[in-house]
């Protein structure tokens, strides 16, 4: 084979993962985590701007796909990781934090307001005090959190990390207690959880932001009108952008 044969091969053999980087670099890739009833799909459902109420208080057994394409070609890719159902579940957080890692994570909280769910096979509606809830969400992130920090000391770039406040509607006037609570450094239960995975991965290495967001808007009148549940939404996607270069 002529040396401009063997040049031009390797060319060609290079170009998928070269397109790969671009579509990555224009299209990052997000996992969406958090216990069952936190609003996972709701959540991302308004973001990729497909949102179908009727399935707002419907869980997935599956990891769920959404793409949110903006001007310029830009968008993100995400993928919700489905918060019950063991095996499913550990075998989503496996795929996206070890054998094909994402760039972000949106990991999804709700101040103790997860809609409860009954175990698959059971009927009937299901009861859990907030304390309750706020121990089942910190079980969750604790797990969660160790396969952030393995997928973070193996990446040779920064992560970022945005905790996702959810049901915002229900606590709209105390919305800074709330992100102060989840925040590093902040003293609470799950700021100790955050502070840990930050000194496993290195603080340099991790980006961490909190936000709050309500996805479910009500009236003018309302705790949490749609204006301002619009202006939550907007300020998580423009974090989001500002994170992944976009802006």
């Given at each position: 084979m002529s040396r401009s044969s063997e040049s031009l091969r390797r060319r060609l053999a290079a170009m998928p993962e070269?397109?790969?980087?671009?579509?990555?670099?224009?299209?990052?890739?997000?996992?969406?985590?958090?216990?069952?009833?936190v609003g996972k799909t709701q959540l991302t459902d308004r973001l990729a701007g497909s949102a179908d109420e009727a399935a707002a208080d419907v869980g997935s057994a599956v990891m769920e796909k959404r793409t949110r394409r903006s001007s310029g070609l830009r968008g993100f890719r995400f993928r919700v990781v489905p918060g019950d159902n063991?095996?499913?579940?550990?075998?989503?957080?496996?795929?996206?934090?070890?054998?094909?890692?994402?760039?972000?994570?949106?990991?999804?909280?709700?101040?103790?307001?997860?809609?409860?769910?009954?175990a698959a096979g059971t009927s009937g509606a299901a009861e859990a005090s907030r304390e309750e809830q706020l121990a089942a969400e910190l079980e969750d992130w604790s797990i969660t959190s160790h396969r952030i920090a393995s997928m973070a000391v193996r990446r040779d770039r920064p992560i970022w990390l945005v905790i996702v406040v959810t049901k915002a509607d229900l606590f709209a006037d105390e919305l800074a207690d709330v992100v102060h609570y989840y925040s590093p450094g902040s003293g609470s239960p799950f700021a100790d959880k955050v502070d840990e995975l930050r000194a496993l991965a290195g603080g340099a290495r991790l980006s961490v932001d909190v936000l709050a967001v309500s996805t479910l808007p009500g009236d003018r009148k309302s705790a949490m009108p749609a204006k301002r549940s619009t202006q939550l939404l907007d300020a998580l996607a423009t974090r989001l952008e500002q994170l992944s270069g976009h802006r």
């Open positions: 070269r397109i790969g980087h671009a579509a990555r670099g224009r299209y990052p890739v997000v996992a969406v985590t958090g216990m069952t009833g063991a095996a499913t579940r550990l075998g989503a957080l496996d795929e996206v934090f070890h054998d094909d890692p994402v760039d972000g994570v949106l990991p999804v909280v709700a101040n103790g307001h997860a809609t409860a769910r009954r």
